[in-house]
């Protein structure tokens, strides 16, 4: 069962203008991690941001965060400040508890100049 | 090497060979992680190591396919009489945590398997 589901095949905003990328997943564990990779046409997974099941506070890292509604089981990347080197495939991934790492279909994403 | 080492980058198989795809995980990284990633797709699910035992093999899509972690760290995915939808990117990837869920994967740069 598609445990992670990433809605936009692909997404458009303009240099400086913030974006959001969705991303909801089906569980029924309590301790799990959800987790958002780059991947640039170069194909070298980036690691972005992580967010844990039982974390109060949304997690921000630099130009990234993490819209986390845990009752709606969705974690949306927002990235602000647009650059064109954002342009990218963006993967969503959840980690369970004693289990393996399991991807989203991506969105791709073009910053238009 | 301070990175997820996967060898050999590109791969051209004729159609029913066999080929092997190594990965050097981070060194004393307990998961090891194997995806197949199509054109424009996401990673798909392989199969998942913690040491030397194989948790969950559940992603391999056939018998031909087989991977090995037999001293838990170097990791081999070997595919058997390759067939054209065999086309893809494999990622491996190594995690410090034992099925924790709190730590990211780390990954290789893949290897490109093309079979003619």
């Known amino acids: 069962a598609q445990k992670i589901t990433q809605t936009q095949p692909g997404m458009f905003v303009q240099e400086k203008e913030a974006v959001t990328l969705d991303c909801t997943y089906d569980?029924?564990?309590?301790?799990?991690?959800l987790f958002w990779y780059k991947q640039p046409s170069s194909g070298e997974m980036i690691f972005l941001i992580y967010q844990g099941s039982y974390d109060q506070q949304n997690a921000t890292e630099g130009r990234y965060s993490l819209n986390f509604q845990k009752a709606r089981k969705s974690a949306n990347l927002v990235i602000s400040a647009s650059q064109l080197g954002d342009s990218a495939m963006y993967f969503c991934?959840?980690?369970?508890?004693?289990?393996?790492?399991?991807f989203g279909a991506g969105t791709r994403l073009t910053v238009k100049p | 090497g301070a990175g997820v080492s996967q060898s050999p980058r590109y791969k051209v198989a004729k159609r029913g060979q066999d080929v092997a795809l190594r990965c050097d995980p981070i060194s004393g990284h307990v998961s090891l992680f194997w995806y197949q990633q199509a054109l424009g797709q996401g990673p798909e699910f392989l199969t998942y190591?913690?040491?030397?035992?194989?948790?969950?093999k559940s992603g391999l899509p056939s018998d031909r396919f087989f991977a090995e972690r037999p001293e838990g760290s170097v990791s081999t995915l070997k595919i058997q009489r390759t067939q054209q939808e065999d086309s893809a990117v494999y990622l491996c990837?190594?995690?410090?945590?034992?099925?924790?869920?709190?730590?990211?994967?780390?990954f290789g740069q893949g290897t490109r398997l093309t079979v003619v």
């Open positions: 991934a959840m980690r369970e508890e004693g289990d393996d790492m399991r």
């Open positions: 569980t029924s564990d309590p301790s799990y991690g």
């Open positions: 990837a190594s995690s410090p945590s034992a099925g924790v869920p709190n730590t990211e994967a780390f």
């Open positions: 190591f913690q040491n030397e035992a194989q948790l969950d």
